[in-house]
């Protein structure tokens, strides 16, 4: 899995590739920065982004499946959030007006930090709380009843995708480890300077 989610840098090296499906804006951010997260990206834009990957590298990339973006987000944790009970401004970048447990107050940044800003958890990933909340693969269901138990993508037809993580313009309740955000609009809206994703890669694996 990527250690960040994808940066405008790396977002506008994939999409001067050829298309695959769907035309990419180079620049589709709100918050401009090449180390900040790509947002203002649907969930048929992620996905182009990893076919034209795969492609150019011969290696298998795509999004994560909701099981995989949640063990690697908690790092071998059970608690809300990779850092323990309660979260704080000083950890990740969400709505600092809100607060989780006890937690503290504090700022509110009002629009995404660059990658790799707050402290990583166990497994080394960055920003899996806060900033932009993060596409999956799988089609939205309500609840885990017959969900894979391998971690496998839930694949069933349907134009609604769960998003994680939170993001930088939510409280902090929308960034637990735990947390699924419901997309009313669909996997073709973009949802603002909210959305963006990280990919992972399948070991040894090529096309």
């Known amino acids: 899995m990527g250690k960040y989610p994808i940066t405008q840098a790396q977002w506008k090296a994939v999409a001067s590739l050829p298309k695959i499906e769907r035309d990419l804006s180079l620049n589709p951010s709100n918050f401009s920065g090449n180390n900040r997260p790509v947002e203002k990206v649907s969930w048929y834009d992620a996905v182009e982004f990893c076919q034209r990957l795969s492609k150019a590298t011969g290696r ?18 059970t608690t809300p959030f990779y850092f323990g009970e309660t979260i704080t401004p000083d950890l990740a970048n969400y709505d600092g007006n809100y607060i989780y447990a006890q937690g503290p107050k504090g700022i509110y940044r009002q629009e995404t930090t660059p990658v790799g800003k707050f402290p990583p958890n166990a ?27 391998d971690g496998s993508v839930w694949i069933e037809n349907g134009n609604h995708s769960p998003l994680r993580g ?39 694996r090529t096309l």
């Not at 994560?64 to 944790?77: F, I, L, N, V």
């Not at 497994?123 to 138990?149: I, R, S």
């Not at 669909?186 to 992972?200: C, E, K, L, Q, T």
Request: aromatic share 16%; charged share 20%.
């Open 60 to 77: 298998d990339y795509r999004l994560p499946s909701e099981a995989q973006w949640e063990y690697a987000c908690r790092g071998g944790t």
């Open 123 to 149: 497994f080394g990933l960055y920003d899996m709380h806060g900033n932009v909340q993060e596409w999956c693969a799988d089609a939205w269901h309500n609840n885990y009843k017959d969900a894979p138990t």
């Open 166 to 204: 939170g993001s930088w313009d939510l409280s902090p309740s929308y960034c637990r480890s735990a947390s699924r955000i419901y997309y009313s609009f669909g996997r073709d809206r973009d949802h603002g300077s909210s959305n963006g994703f990280r990919v992972v890669c399948g070991a040894g």
